[in-house]
């Protein structure tokens, strides 16, 4: 549960500059500052902080003043993608020769990215575990495991892990733990509250939650950590976030709370209709009573997220003409606008993994996943009756 019970005050004021009335127009939110360079009031001092826009951007400092509020860090960076968060967070947790402990639930693509920029170029071992057996983690975790690598909810079969315990491990054995919060949003679960040591978030999800940005957050309390990951950033990647990409998360983040209320509301409409629907034979959603991480979900979450999937009696052909007939669901990859979508992970957003892989994963053909967004539920069940009915009377 979050230790921040009012998060719609930040949500809206955190970060945002302040206009000098005397000399400003008194704009009520903070401008998009696009300078590269600002002039120094002497060589070698700016006066004002700002030389470079790779060292720091206002726009971007506005919003990094904003996701440390309302991640309950002390510390944020803005990135230019989820990905190029979590390749910085990895590189500055990570030495060679270390191992990782790695939820074997988490995001493909950190896969990847863990596949080549650690194991290959680092000679770091990625031990996958399934996380949701505590059992599993302590026994994985070795002399060289350096960090813990965690998301909760998973993608996108909605398995959770228990963060206090695993947290508890990572004390225990001196390691990280870092948690990849995209899913939960900082609305839904703090982390860094329970023992995380640092919180990475792509930002292109419900944070901006307007499809219309790409990026990426670390947050942390550590000032070392922090520093190692804005260094990494700085001079060694160059990876952040532009300034009117800042301005859109900025704007975006204001709403998140009542956007995330919905989507979880409109949410657990559609796996009821799911979970009572002839042509379904399973419905994952930490909501639902059935979900066999309910109660954990209930006691770690504020909420239990916009996103539902189901696997349907179908085959592949089936289920892709499901996913072709549904209209308001529109068919696309990614998650968290306020507009709902429809993805067949085995053809889509799980496509890049081997098949075998997938399987052994849990991701079958019949797999659909529902991010669901704002619009009225009733329109939204309207469209999966009419999407399902088909199925049926195939
Ligand atoms: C849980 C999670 N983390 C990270 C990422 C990567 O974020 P981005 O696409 O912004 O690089 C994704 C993308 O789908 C994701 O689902």
């Not at 930490?286 to 696997?311: I, K, N, Y």
């Amino acid at each position: 549960m979050t230790d921040n019970p009012k998060p719609e005050t930040d949500a809206i004021h955190a970060g945002e500059q302040e206009a000098d009335l005397s000399v400003s127009s008194g704009d009520i939110v903070s401008p998009i500052h696009v300078a590269t360079h600002h002039e120094m009031e002497q060589p070698g001092e700016s006066g004002h902080g700002y030389k470079y826009s790779r060292f720091g951007n206002p726009t971007r400092e506005s919003l990094e003043n904003r996701l440390a509020a309302l991640t309950g860090a002390d510390y944020a960076t803005a990135f230019s993608s989820g990905t190029a968060a979590i390749a910085t967070a990895a590189l500055a947790l990570c030495d060679s020769g270390d191992q990782v402990v790695a939820f074997d639930g988490i995001y493909g693509g950190t896969r990847l990215l863990f596949e080549d920029l650690l194991c290959t170029k680092l000679d770091v071992q990625v031990e996958y575990v399934d996380a949701t057996d505590l059992g599993a983690v302590k026994e994985a975790v070795t002399s060289n495991t350096s960090l813990i690598w965690v998301e909760t909810p998973t993608n996108p079969l909605l398995k959770l892990c228990d963060l206090d315990a695993i947290a508890e491990i990572a004390t225990r054995n001196q390691v990280r733990l870092c948690v990849d919060n995209t899913f939960a949003t900082p609305i839904f679960q703090q982390p860094l509250d329970q023992g995380a040591d640092l919180v990475v978030h792509s930002t292109t999800k419900y944070l901006n939650g307007h499809s219309d940005s790409t990026g990426g957050a670390v947050a942390t309390n550590e000032s070392a950590l922090a520093d190692r990951v804005a260094e990494l950033q700085e001079y060694a990647m160059g990876n952040l976030m532009s300034p009117f990409d800042s301005y859109l998360v900025l704007r975006g983040t204001k709403t998140l709370p009542l956007r995330m209320r919905q989507h979880e509301a409109n949410a657990a409409v559609v796996a009821e209709f799911l979970d009572e629907h002839p042509s379904v034979r399973s419905v994952h959603y930490p909501g639902l009573e059935s979900h066999p991480q309910h109660d954990l979900a209930s006691a770690q979450m504020d909420g239990f997220g916009g996103v539902v999937s189901a696997e349907l009696d179908a085959t592949d052909a089936e289920t892709r003409a499901v996913v072709e007939e549904l209209d308001l669901f529109r068919t696309a990859v990614s998650l968290g606008g306020v507009e709902s979508l429809v993805d067949h992970p085995w053809s889509m957003s799980a496509s890049f993994i081997p098949p075998e892989e997938r399987r052994d994963a849990g991701i079958s053909e019949s797999l659909i996943r529902l991010p669901v967004g704002i619009e009225h539920s009733d329109d939204l069940i309207a469209d999966l009756e009419q999407g399902l009915d088909n199925l049926r009377s195939e």
